[in-house]
Each structure stands twice: as C-alpha cells, then as structure tokens.
C-alpha cells in the first residue's frame, strides 16, 4: 500500500507548523522502523497540482493545525463534498480531493489529521500545550500506519472529529 502523508503549514508562525512537524516526526519514525511504502511532503499550503500526486497513492492523509474546539487531535474523512474552498491563497483538501476525481479519475482513501494549536503569532516554534498534542498524534500514528488498512476499512479505535 502507497501511502503519502503530507503536512502543511507555516513553522514561522508557532502553531501553524504542526502539520509539517507531524510529518517530520513520522518521516523520523518510518526511516528507523524501516517502514518504505510511506510518501512524506510538507507544504505551506495544499496546491492545485496535489490533486495529481494524490491519484498516485492507495491511502492519503493530510495533516494540519486546527483552532477548531477538540481535545488534542482527531481524524476527518475528506471526500468531494467536504468543505471544498480555493482561493489564489489556499486549496482545501475537499478541493484537492474534488480535483483528483475530476482531472485523474481517481480519488483513493483520503483522511485530514486535526491537530490541535494554540497560538499563531510570527514566531518559530511550536508552543509546549500544542506540543503535548503532537506527541499524542504521533504515537497514535505509529501504531496506525503498522496497519493503515484499519483506517480505510474504519475499523479498529479510530479518533474520529
């Protein structure tokens, strides 16, 4: 199984950057569990041209920093119809995902990791409360992606949003 994580965000603007950070550390993670099905990118922010490199993965999740009111971290599926946004400022992953169907024919298990920031100034670093979420992410990810089918087939203890 192909599967590609990619992270987006801005690490000069603390919290921001805990999409990028969650790819770091599970690119870290991958290399010492020899682990080499497993794609990593990062970003500033989703692009129009991701909706080509997703069609070439079996299992896609994108991970971002949230201001949403949750806990530490969660999972949302993301299909075509999620909240599908593009601005010459950003693409959302709906809209990544709607693209990949429209141009590509082909829109494999798509999933958006939700972590939960703190704050946004201009500022580089990841604040200590946002870090504690990272961690949590990333330990439920290295037991995820032993065996990413559960996550397709929805079974298994997924910490959905």
Same mark, same amino acid.
């Given at each position: 199984? !192909? ?13 921001? $950057? +805990?999409?990028?950070?969650?790819? *770091?550390?599970?690119? *870290?993670?991958?290399? &010492?569990?020899?682990? &080499?099905?497993?794609?990593?990118? *990062? ?9 080509? /490199? =997703?069609?070439?993965?079996? +299992? %896609?999740?994108?991970?971002? /920093?949230?201001?949403?009111? =949750? ?15 593009? #601005? #010459?400022?950003? @693409?959302?992953?709906?809209?990544? %995902?709607?693209?990949? !169907?429209?141009?590509? $024919?082909?829109?494999?298990? #798509?999933?958006?990791?939700? =972590? ?8 580089? $670093? =990841?604040?200590?409360? @946002? &870090?504690?979420? +990272?961690?949590? @992410? %990333? ?7 032993? &065996? ?14």
């Amino acid at each position: 199984m !192909k599967i590609l994580l990619y992270g987006y965000g801005n690490p000069g603007r603390q919290d921001d $950057g +805990l999409g990028v950070a969650f790819v *770091n550390a599970m690119e *870290n993670w991958a290399r &010492r569990n020899n682990q &080499r099905d497993i794609v990593f990118e *990062n970003n500033y922010q989703l692009n129009i041209e991701d909706a080509e /490199a =997703i069609s070439n993965y079996d +299992l %896609v999740i994108f991970a971002d /920093a949230s201001q949403e009111d =949750i806990n530490d971290f969660c999972i949302s599926k993301v299909n075509e119809s999620s909240r599908v946004s593009f #601005t #010459t400022h950003e @693409a959302s992953p709906g809209y990544i %995902v709607k693209l990949s !169907k429209e141009l590509f $024919g082909k829109v494999p298990p #798509t999933y958006l990791l939700h =972590i939960k920031g703190y704050d946004w100034e201009f500022k580089e $670093g =990841i604040t200590q409360k @946002a &870090r504690k979420n +990272l961690d949590k @992410a %990333v330990r439920y990810f290295e037991d995820l992606l032993v &065996r990413p089918e559960t996550l397709i087939m929805e079974q298994g203890k997924i910490k959905y949003c």
